[in-house]
T-cell receptor, first 114, second 114 residues
Framework: AQSVAQPEDQVNVAEGNPLTVKCTYS??????LFWYVQYPNRGLQFLLK??????LVKGSYGFEAEFNKSQTSFHLKKPSALVSDSALYFC????????????FGAGTRLFVKA | AAGVIQSPRHLIKEKRETATLKCYPI?????VYWYQQGPGQDPQFLIS???????DKGSIPDRFSAQQFSDYHSELNMSSLELGDSALYFC?????????????FGEGSWLTVV
């Protein structure tokens, strides 16, 4: 069965500093990995995904994520945080061995302080 | 670009009443997912449809049912509503076989049961 874990409930970072939001996963086959962001009272917005190829994936709003197969991780990163990046971030995984279900992590709330 | 449309955006019902939520996918998308997000919680997968057939089932209560119609829109029917059904209900859609299998979310329908 597939699962995804986001070990941090909250991440605090100062504006201009680099940020990392952690995600680890477990699947039986090869993973499809996704990051979504949710602003208050809004739907989830797609940020980026890893399907195959380069382990470093670049996405929207300057975010990137690195797929690490040996550590089964897919951490979200940004070199320089903005106050407007403050939101709830969800990591998600789909097992490409089959099934239509994408499983979401519990979410990590990012606070960027000016 | 057209996005996933959900209606109504807000709905207030009393206990034991019935509610119907609608989801209109991005044009050409053939797969619909329904998720439930309680306050402060991560999205929980309820059910999915591919080409008008149920493709997967998650933690959907027996009081709930859903279907996908010939125009690919979907409806989530909820009966005998309980206070605990109060949540944000997301619809998400994708085009199976497209590059990356990315699912896109609507803005959600807020259901409040009083």
């Amino acid at each position: 069965a597939q699962s995804v874990a986001q070990p941090e409930d909250q991440v605090n970072v100062a504006e201009g500093n680099p940020l990392t939001v952690k995600c680890t996963y477990s699947v039986s086959g090869n993973p499809y990995l996704f990051w979504y962001v949710q602003y208050p009272n809004r739907g989830l917005q797609f940020l980026l995904k890893y399907i195959t190829g380069d382990n470093l994936v670049k996405g929207s709003y300057g975010f990137e994520a690195e797929f690490n197969k040996s550590q089964t991780s897919f951490h979200l990163k940004k070199p320089s945080a903005l106050v407007s990046d403050s939101a709830l971030y969800f990591c998600a995984v789909r097992d490409n061995a089959g099934g239509f279900k994408t499983i979401f992590g519990a979410g990590t709330r990012l606070f960027v302080k000016a | 670009a057209a996005g996933v449309i959900q209606s109504p955006r807000h709905l207030i019902k009393e206990k034991r009443e019935t509610a119907t939520l609608k989801c209109y996918p991005i044009p050409r998308h053939d797969t619909v997912y329904w998720y439930q997000q309680g306050p402060g919680q991560d999205p929980q997968f309820l059910i999915s449809f591919y080409e008008k057939m149920q493709s997967d089932k998650g933690s959907i209560p027996d009081r709930f049912s859903a279907q996908q119609f010939s125009d690919y829109h979907s409806e989530l029917n909820m009966s005998s509503l309980e206070l605990g059904d109060s949540a944000l209900y997301f619809c998400a859609t994708e085009l199976q076989g497209s590059s990356g299998n990315t699912i896109y979310f609507g803005e959600g329908s807020w259901l409040t049961v009083v």
